[in-house]
């Protein structure tokens, strides 16, 4: 145990010490921040812009402005009160904020006609407004016959106030349809309103249904969403050892640097540190982005009424041991499979262009598993799953997936069955390849060597 722990501080502060290492490591959260900064930055900074709408009377121009009242407090009420569960007044105070902060105001037309507005559109002449001089951004001209409301502006990449004209256009020709017909304006969506409602409910026993009632809570969907966090943080985990195990071994191998180590430690002691080393090194990372993420959480459960009832259940499940102990023992074997795999494969190659002919397969054979969370988790019930969760490749990731859908017990303990064994037979070819590569000098081009250094009958 302690050749294996000598190896695996060696390499640990080998990388930790490194201010490459924390400088990456700082770097995804950092991205976050400044990321989440500058897209509230950018939504908040957006220009006021100016726009005027042609018409005989002001039909049209009060249908888009209703439009976006209906639009703006429509989201944010739903989104407030909805999501984090505040009072109704709350929610209206909030659309009110968010009507004042409106981006397109309408002004009085400085022209009749296109050709005098030209000027104004493309910025050789301002027009006045609330706040202030600015450029015209858009025109708004009702066709003579009425059957036409053209949209102008300089700026072809901006749809969002023609989008809002077309609702208003639309809603408006429904209101007439309606009036024409001696139907009140409101007729459809009275009708809507009456329609029978779908509520989601989930069977549970007697017992169960009396204390939780029947209702589809977000509790309930945890465990999905929580089993898929852990399906992708494992893989997240196994991609990041890729950069780690190759690069490495293939430093100490073009240094003679295993010779050294070998005539200290024994191969099962000295791949143990390497792998021990390399999985404190990833856990360091995923801790410190854990931390990161928790205290996010924690800020936002003290800033927003209401977060702090959504994040519980997600918390509550993650500490299930429904979820946590197959998720633990997949881990483990999934991290081990993976990672002996990465280091033998480093071990035959003495350069970084032999072992970027390596990249490719390994590429392919994590993205295959990315593609299975992603199936389970729309469909964790599709056959298809079930066939792949038999597969070892997919078994680490796809088992954790599985778990929130009460799969057979004989099923969970079977394939954590197979992953044992396959974790031992990869550990088995990947000890034989290792010394192949790192001790009796093998390439990923010397077949014949590779394969007389596996099989050698004298162990080092």
């Given at each position: 145990?302690?050749?294996i722990y000598l190896i695996f501080r060696r390499d640990y502060l080998g990388y930790v010490k490194a201010w490459g290492f924390w400088l990456s490591l700082a770097a995804v959260p950092a991205l976050m921040l400044v990321g989440s900064?500058?897209?509230?930055?950018?939504?908040?900074?957006?220009?006021?812009?100016?726009?005027?709408?042609?018409?005989?009377?002001?039909?049209?121009?009060?249908?888009?402005?209703?439009?976006?009242?209906?639009?703006?407090?429509?989201?944010?009420?739903?989104?407030?009160?909805?999501?984090?569960?505040?009072?109704?007044?709350?929610?209206?105070?909030?659309?009110?904020?968010?009507?004042?902060?409106?981006?397109?105001?309408?002004?009085?037309?400085?022209?009749?006609?296109?050709?005098?507005?030209?000027?104004?559109?493309?910025?050789?002449?301002?027009?006045?407004?609330?706040?202030?001089?600015?450029?015209?951004?858009?025109?708004?001209?009702?066709?003579?016959?009425?059957?036409?409301?053209?949209?102008?502006?300089?700026?072809?990449?901006?749809?969002?106030?023609?989008?809002?004209?077309?609702?208003?256009?639309?809603?408006?020709?429904?209101?007439?349809?309606?009036?024409?017909?001696?139907?009140?304006?409101?007729?459809?969506?009275?009708?809507?309103?009456?329609?029978?409602?779908?509520?989601?409910?989930?069977?549970?026993?007697?017992?169960?249904?009396?204390?939780?009632?029947?209702?589809?809570?977000?509790?309930?969907?945890?465990?999905?969403?929580?089993?898929?966090?852990?399906?992708?943080?494992?893989?997240?985990?196994?991609?990041?050892?890729?950069?780690?195990?190759?690069?490495?071994?293939?430093?100490?191998?073009?240094?003679?640097?295993?010779?050294?180590?070998?005539?200290?430690?024994?191969?099962?002691?000295?791949?143990?540190?390497?792998?021990?080393?390399?999985?404190?090194?990833?856990?360091?990372?995923?801790?410190?982005?854990?931390?990161?993420?928790?205290?996010?959480?924690?800020?936002?459960?003290?800033?927003?009424?209401?977060?702090?009832?959504?994040?519980?259940?997600?918390?509550?499940?993650?500490?299930?041991?429904?979820?946590?102990?197959?998720?633990?023992?997949?881990?483990?074997?999934?991290?081990?499979?993976?990672?002996?795999?990465?280091?033998a494969l480093g071990s035959l190659c003495d350069t970084i262009q032999e072992a970027q002919t390596l990249l490719s397969p390994m590429m392919i054979l994590l993205m295959l598993p990315m593609f299975a969370i992603f199936i389970a988790?729309?469909?964790?019930?599709?056959?298809?799953?079930?066939?792949?969760?038999?597969?070892?490749?997919?078994?680490?990731?796809?088992?954790?997936?599985?778990?929130?859908?009460?799969?057979?017990?004989?099923?969970?303990?079977?394939?954590?069955?197979?992953?044992?064994?396959?974790?031992?037979?990869?550990?088995?070819?990947?000890?034989?390849?290792?010394?192949?590569?790192?001790?009796?000098?093998?390439?990923?081009?010397?077949?014949?060597?590779?394969?007389?250094?596996?099989?050698?009958?004298?162990?080092?």
């Amino acid at each position: 145990m302690r050749n294996i722990y000598l190896i695996f501080r060696r390499d640990y502060l080998g990388y930790v010490k490194a201010w490459g290492f924390w400088l990456s490591l700082a770097a995804v959260p950092a991205l976050m921040l400044v990321g989440s900064l500058f897209a509230l930055f950018a939504a908040q900074s957006s220009p006021i812009r100016y726009y005027t709408v042609i018409e005989p009377g002001k039909v049209f121009a009060e249908a888009i402005d209703a439009e976006f009242e209906r639009s703006e407090a429509a989201a944010m009420a739903q989104e407030i009160a909805g999501q984090m569960q505040l009072p109704e007044g709350a929610a209206q105070n909030g659309a009110m904020q968010s009507l004042r902060e409106r981006k397109f105001i309408e002004v009085p037309p400085p022209a009749e006609d296109i050709d005098g507005l030209r000027p104004y559109l493309l910025g050789e002449r301002l027009v006045s407004g609330p706040q202030g001089d600015k450029t015209l951004f858009a025109a708004l001209i009702l066709s003579a016959d009425g059957k036409t409301l053209e949209y102008w502006s300089d700026d072809v990449s901006i749809n969002s106030l023609r989008y809002e004209a077309q609702d208003a256009a639309r809603r408006l020709a429904r209101k007439h349809a309606l009036e024409a017909a001696g139907l009140d304006p409101d007729f459809i969506q009275n009708a809507d309103d009456a329609a029978v409602d779908v509520p989601a409910r989930r069977i549970r026993t007697v017992a169960e249904q009396e204390s939780t009632g029947a209702e589809v809570t977000l509790a309930d969907k945890a465990p999905v969403f929580v089993a898929g966090a852990l399906a992708y943080f494992l893989w997240l985990m196994v991609f990041s050892i890729i950069q780690y195990l190759l690069m490495g071994t293939i430093e100490e191998r073009s240094n003679k640097i295993f010779d050294t180590l070998l005539t200290s430690v024994r191969m099962p002691e000295l791949l143990a540190g390497k792998l021990l080393a390399v999985f404190a090194v990833t856990s360091t990372m995923m801790l410190v982005w854990g931390l990161f993420a928790l205290s996010g959480s924690a800020f936002l459960a003290t800033q927003v009424p209401g977060a702090g009832d959504m994040i519980a259940p997600f918390l509550s499940t993650a500490a299930s041991p429904q979820i946590l102990l197959p998720a633990l023992v997949s881990f483990v074997l999934g991290y081990i499979m993976y990672g002996m795999i990465f280091m033998a494969l480093g071990s035959l190659c003495d350069t970084i262009q032999e072992a970027q002919t390596l990249l490719s397969p390994m590429m392919i054979l994590l993205m295959l598993p990315m593609f299975a969370i992603f199936i389970a988790f729309q469909d964790p019930g599709s056959p298809v799953v079930d066939f792949a969760t038999w597969i070892p490749v997919f078994t680490p990731f796809l088992l954790i997936l599985r778990m929130p859908h009460d799969p057979p017990m004989w099923e969970v303990a079977l394939q954590m069955g197979l992953m044992v064994v396959t974790t031992l037979a990869v550990l088995w070819v990947s000890v034989r390849v290792y010394r192949a590569g790192a001790v009796n000098g093998a390439s990923i081009g010397d077949l014949g060597k590779m394969l007389k250094g596996m099989f050698r009958k004298k162990a080092v």
